[in-house]
């Protein structure tokens, strides 16, 4: 062996954060994702969002549980893109294809929208709200406004998902929560004993 | 060498030398520790041929210089080493001596390219610009930074807005082939190869589904491929000279015997001489995966809750390699090569490495097939001329040159051992191929040459497992938090303060620095370490 010394020689995670909030119980298998290439080609579009749904589905219990209630279909519209895609959920199954299906409510928006709404930076509500993203249904049905907040639901990651778990502050809002709880509890017990009080 | 260390490290190549370095610098009593008679691993430089010739024996490019922090943060450069980045980076010469150029001024390239095709110059120009745009990024999130998971990867990409700034980056790549990426952009077949060639020479095969997805970062840094002075081992010896002067402590001649555990944890190694040396802290191997579990770790002693029988046979069974070597001749040479293609292109003859005939990106696939059913394709090598840009590497008036053709580990059902008969011959073969594109490389400007085959490769490095130079196969399901296995996609192991920390893990092999880089990371979080270092 031998120990090679600078005398012989003179010159010299990410951890993703709320990862825990996947709830164990609701930990089912969810519908599977399928992303269609019936012309040989998918759109980056396509690829990207069924990916979205699928990692999603994978992640999140509650996006999992979501998704599996959807029933129906929609079309999400890139405006400025000339991109458009259809997205068709059985409850068992999700299928991203390129192309509109004229049956289903469109969600339409800029990409920068929906990249935005899909990578947790903006909810779909707001989106929506604030007029970034238009729906428009063929028909007006309660059902298709439910399903469009859904897929944006499933579709979207949590905010939360890029950040450091921030356990100091969620113990300070464990404890306000608990304080309130105590109090309402107290007051509560304090009118029954008052009124029993009074009954007696 | 002393009795116990902090930090034991196995195998002093650029990773090991580089894992050692940071960690020294941050205070930690550092031993790397190498079996064979001097550090670099891939970073060696021989006089293979004549005295005075040096040959780069395995890494001869380096294109992660002034991109990977370790350069800076180990001061690299005030250790001695010099870089230059040819003028004239590559060249394609075609059968019909016609030929392709890339510069490092991608003007000069552009206009080169539209001798075949304006549009695929205007092309490239886009590419170039976009993926060289998104080069630190792809660093920042790819290289630099330990594995994200595919499908996280999808999400980074999304909340980066590439696929929605980017004509070409795209998640669908991940689903495609370096050849189905260049038919959906480029047209000119000769282009194509050229561009498939340059991502084969980088360890992309073009035929792969989903290494496509690597592709745009190779075209990032196709003009910044750099030339060690002096020789690749001049790094080596560079990053042993930052470990040494931070106290840490390279011993040669060292083989490891086994990884000694106690309990949950690793405690230190045996050499195979008996000398027992304790790691206060941790073991980082940066061999392979084969070496450290199958070989250092006696399987009978682990506990199967620790390793179970499962990994170990999935080691065994499932490692992946990749399918193909490269066969090597190095040359001592009296002049310096004249192509015939020149009087297409003048500045073929400055090109510091040049592609030898393939017209498309098809003929690359037929030689794949060939190689990968362990037979030799006619040779197409790539030949280097490095005294171009070194004159120091020859003696005055002599140049050293080096051919390099992918081939197979094994021939045919002869074996690997078949290398030491037809390496020779295949040598000869290799020679006459550069000789039709070079007719004055012959016999007098020739004056010596040697081989150096597949076999050789996983001899002389045995951590190169089958004359792997990339340390485990390039291929969408060996990447990111997948390579080696999913169980040891993160630089730790199930054994306590054992970690992985070289080119089996990601991102692969090359001078990349980032396995280490990255090793780095995960320890640091492990063990509380300040990190000093700036993240990329």
Known sequence: MVEKSLMNFSDGNSEPGDRALSISDLSR?????????????????????????EANIDSFATRRVVASLLKGGVVLKASDRAQIITIEFDGKSITVRDGQNPD?????????????VASGRKSPLHAIRAREISLKSPKFKMGDSIAAGGVGFVMSVPKSFYETVNWSKRIIYLSIALVAASLVGYAFYSLRRNKMHHKA | ????????????????????????????????????????????????TRPGFLH???????????????????????????????????????????????????????????RFSAKDAATFRKLFNEAHGYVDLLLG????????????????LSVFGVGNR?????????RE??????????????????LAFHGAVCGYANDIVGLAIGFPLLVGKINNWHLSIGGSHRLAHALWRDLANHGGVLVTDAEVASV?????????????????????????????VEQTFLEFLDRDKVSNDLVSNELFEKIETEIKHQSWSLFSVHLALSKLPHYLAGEFEPDVDKAWVVNLGYSSPEELNDDWKLIRNNQLADPKPNVAINSLYDPTDAPEGSYTGLLRQFAPYSIGSLGPGAWVEEARHYGEKCIESWRAFAPDMDAEAIIDWTTYSPHDIATKLPNMVKGDWMMGEISLANMLDQRPLPELGNYRTPIEGLYMAGSTQHPHGFITFAPAYNALSVIAQDIGLDQWWKKV
Request: negative net charge; aromatic residues 6%; proline residues 5%.
């Open chain 1, 104 to 116: 289903y409510p469109t969600l339409e928006g800029g990409w920068l929208t929906f990249a935005a």
């Open chain 1, 29 to 53: 298998p969810g519908p599977k994702v399928y992303i269609s290439n019936d012309n040989g080609k998918t759109s980056g579009m396509a690829t990207m969002i069924g990916e979205l749904l």
């Open chain 2, 141 to 156: 999130t790819l290289m630099f930074e330990p594995p994200m998971s595919v499908k996280e990867l999808t999400k980074a």
């Open chain 2, 260 to 288: 000694v555990v106690d309990g949950n944890r690793v405690s230190g190694v045996r050499l195979a001489d008996g000398t027992e040396i304790t790691a206060r802290k941790l073991v980082a191997s940066t061999v392979s």
């Open chain 2, 166 to 174: 980017s004509e070409f980056l795209s998640v669908k790549l991940r």
């Open chain 2, 1 to 48: 060498m002393r009795e116990s260390y902090d930090v034991i490290i196995i195998g002093a190549g650029h990773n090991g030398l580089t894992l050692g370095a940071y960690l020294a610098r941050s205070g930690l009593e550092v031993l790397v520790l190498e079996r064979r008679h001097e550090e670099g691993g891939g970073l060696t430089t021989e006089e293979l």
């Open chain 2, 56 to 114: 780069n024996v395995h890494a001869n490019y380096h294109t992660f210089v002034d991109l990977a922090p370790p350069v800076k943060d180990l001061e690299i450069r005030e250790h001695g080493v010099k870089y230059v980045r040819p003028e004239v980076q590559m060249a394609s010469i075609y059968p019909d001596k016609t030929a392709l150029v890339v510069y490092s001024d991608i003007d000069k390239t552009c206009d080169s390219i539209s």
């Open chain 2, 177 to 194: 082939t370096i050849n189905q990426f260049l038919d959906e952009h480029f047209e000119s077949p000769k282009v194509k190869a050229h």
